[in-house]
């Protein structure tokens, strides 16, 4: 959570109970991104697990505390997703938000043809380096997958 300027108090659960942050109607932190609220538990999950797109997709509390932030207590909903096989199980590579996040295939297709967006929504989007973005692009990485598709 270095980026995030984020207070807890560590419960007797283990949740990390924020301090620093004003909660909405709903009981949740709220934190200021891009102009927007968001609940912080979502932009520390997106940290976190850089490599799992929560776009449309809901992060849930397995501890059920909505003021807690802490990674190993949410997972995201998507039963079509691994992520939270992989939470669950204990597999996350923990130092694995160095900028070189796996995609699915399927997201790689989706950049790939996406001509509305810029390269650092993409990268936002997908939890990747801008670069990862651009090589997309330009056929310099996942060329197998990208070479099909017509520009
Ligand atoms: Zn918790």
Redesign the pocket.
């Known amino acids: 959570m270095k980026k995030l300027d984020i207070k807890y108090n560590v419960n007797s659960?283990?949740?990390?109970e924020v301090t620093s942050h004003a909660l909405d109607g709903d009981g949740y932190p709220m934190a200021k991104r891009g102009g927007k609220s968001t609940p912080l538990h979502r932009i520390v999950f997106n940290e976190t697990y850089p490599q799992i797109s929560i776009e449309g997709k809901c992060v849930i509390?397995?501890?059920g505390?909505t003021k807690?932030v802490?990674p190993e207590?949410l997972f995201c909903g998507d039963q079509e997703s691994h992520a939270t096989v992989r939470l669950t199980n204990g597999t996350t590579a923990k130092g694995e938000h160095n900028g070189r996040s796996k995609l699915k295939e399927t997201e790689v297709v989706k950049i790939f043809l996406n001509k509305k967006d810029t390269n650092a929504e993409l990268s936002r989007r997908y939890g990747v380096d801008r670069k990862v973005i651009r090589d997309i692009k330009s056929r310099k990485k996942w060329q197998s997958v990208t070479e099909k598709l017509s520009t």
């Open positions: 659960n283990g949740c990390f509390h397995k501890c505390n807690c802490n207590h």
